[in-house]
Nanobody, 126 residues
């Protein structure tokens, strides 16, 4: 069982920045696929970025350039830095973990992930 706890969400104005964190319960960062997802009201959950056990990171198209996924092995923490926030970034952001993903096209598919945090709300006002 992997426990994940997100924090760092909040309300910001357009153009602002936030740093989201995900505390893990064990040394998952070099054993699991770790990912960030988001879900806006009335929309499906979508992948933001994923880091594989070797530390390689893949971003969704919309996330390249404004989102940065990092990890701290010692603190067992994942981070997601988001810059130039826009109202369309308003969503609940989740971190997730998976033990095995074999196909690249499944890396940002929420159905590939068995472990989820409770989410942290990000609200961006114009």
């Amino acid at each position: 069982q992997v426990n994940l706890v997100e924090s760092g969400g909040g309300s910001v104005q357009s153009g602002g920045s936030l740093k989201l964190s995900c505390q893990t319960s064990e040394s998952t960062l070099n054993k699991y696929f770790m990912a960030w997802f988001r879900q806006a009201p009335g929309k499906e959950r979508e992948g933001v970025a994923v880091m594989d056990p070797d530390g390689r990171t893949i971003y969704a198209d919309f996330a390249r350039g404004r989102f940065a996924f990092s990890q701290d092995y010692a603190k067992k923490t994942l981070s997601l830095d988001i810059n130039s926030l826009q109202p369309e970034d308003t969503a609940v952001y989740f971190c997730a973990a998976s033990t095995t993903i074999t196909r690249r096209l499944d890396l940002l598919n929420p159905r590939s992930y068995a472990y989820w945090g409770q989410g942290t709300q990000v609200t961006v006002s114009s």
